[in-house]
């Protein structure tokens, strides 16, 4: 068995493990009806290089691939709350995919499943791709 100092470090390693800050992540995307399989596909896009905006206004002329959905969920109690910027990185992550250059429309949804729970963070918005000269990212 385990003495009193074994039982200090798995307690330690333990509290380490649950606290690291774990969280799931989960995007997809939802074609726009006027876009085809094969468009959606025409390119992968770096996601370090993908906006994601709260705001509507493009300034740019571009085509809409689709609704894009993605979601962050802590992995355990003692996780740590997911942030947008976990939800945001899946965002980038399935546009990129799908070779978008920006999620536009962004919005934010927390849900709490529980008094002790650390509930599940949703964002959902449309995903674009430029159009005309796509150097100007």
């Given at each position: 068995m385990f003495n009193a100092k074994g039982l200090a470090v798995v307690a330690a390693l333990a509290t380490l493990a649950g606290t690291s800050g774990c969280v799931?992540?989960?995007?997809?995307?939802?074609?726009?009806?006027?876009?085809?399989?094969?468009q959606l596909t025409a390119g992968v896009i770096e996601p370090?290089?993908?906006a994601v905006s709260e705001s509507t206004a493009v300034e740019r002329p571009h085509t809409t691939l689709g609704s894009i959905r993605a979601s962050a969920r802590s992995i355990s109690l003692m996780s740590s709350d997911p942030t947008r910027a976990d939800v945001d990185e899946a965002l980038r992550q399935e546009a990129g995919k799908v070779g978008a250059d920006a999620v536009v429309g962004v919005t934010y949804h927390y849900e709490r499943t529980g008094l002790k729970s650390r509930g599940l963070l949703t964002a959902s918005g449309t995903a674009i791709r430029y159009t005309g000269d796509r150097s100007a990212r």
């Open positions: 799931y992540t989960h995007a997809r995307v939802s074609p726009a009806s006027s876009v085809d399989r094969p370090a290089n993908i």
